[in-house]
T-cell receptor, first 116, second 117 residues
Framework: AQKITQTQPGMFVQEKEAVTLDCTYD???????LFWYKQPSSGEMIFLIY??????QNATEGRYSLNFQKARKSANLVISASQLGDSAMYFC?????????????FGTGTRLLVSP | GAGVSQSPRYKVAKRGQDVALRCDPI?????LFWYQQALGQGPEFLTY????????KSGLPSDRFFAERPEGSVSTLKIQRTQQEDSAVYLC???????????????FGPGTRLTVL
């Protein structure tokens, strides 16, 4: 079975600072993908970044980067230069061989609040 | 817009009523997913369609839950004899590909918030 653990219920950061949101995972799948989604108060899940288990380099997408440590089974999201609009729920998710690379398994999320 | 749309956005039902939630995926997307998100939790998988075929319904919590996608586009999630524990946000997502690729982005709709009184 696959499991995602997000141990930070809430995080606070000041505008323009960087913040790291933690994610650890557990899986027996030989191949898997890790995702981060943002969920603002409007409710829609917005895809941020993806990391494949065999990717040699950490993924980056603009201000988002994924600190992937395979041996530790962690996939932390780093947001640089935080903006007020970054305030939202953030979910780590994975998908792997055992689920046919289809359904996503999500963590419980971290609420990020960016203050001026 | 060209995104995933869901209707209604909000639904209040009395316990015991039947409800139907609609999802319009992005045109041409082969795969469609339903997730249930309880308050303060992450989304949990309910069911998955590839075109009109329901390939995985392992996440449906009971036989009161039923989903269909008869023509391979619009999907309906039906909940019969609603219970208070069914109160949640129901999210629909679609993706373009059906192949076994670990990168296959799912685009989510805004969700339907169901409240059962």
């Amino acid at each position: 079975a696959q499991k995602i653990t997000q141990t930070q219920p809430g995080m606070f950061v000041q505008e323009k600072e960087a913040v790291t949101l933690d994610c650890t995972y557990d899986t027996s799948d030989p191949s898997y993908g890790l995702f981060w989604y943002k969920q603002p108060s409007s409710g829609e899940m917005i895809f941020l970044i993806y990391q494949g288990s065999y990717d040699q380099q950490n993924a980056t997408e603009g201000r988002y980067s994924l600190n992937f440590q395979k041996a530790r089974k962690s996939a932390n999201l780093v947001i640089s230069a935080s903006q007020l609009g970054d305030s939202a729920m953030y979910f780590c998710a994975m998908r792997g061989t055992n689920t046919g690379f289809q359904k996503l398994v999500f963590g419980t999320g971290t609420r990020l609040l960016v203050s001026p | 817009g060209a995104g995933v749309s869901q209707s209604p956005r909000y639904k209040v039902a009395k316990r015991g009523q039947d409800v139907a939630l609609r999802c319009d995926p992005i045109s041409g997307h082969v795969s469609l997913f339903w997730y249930q998100q309880a308050l303060g939790q992450g989304p949990e998988f309910l069911t998955y369609f590839q075109n009109e075929a329901q390939l995985d319904k392992s996440g449906l919590p009971s036989d009161r839950f039923f989903a269909e996608r008869p023509e391979g586009s619009v999907s309906t999630l039906k909940i019969q004899r609603t219970q208070q524990e069914d109160s949640a946000v129901y999210l629909c997502a679609s993706s373009l590909a059906a192949g076994r690729s670990s990168y296959n982005e799912q685009f989510f709709g805004p969700g339907t918030r169901l409240t059962v009184l």
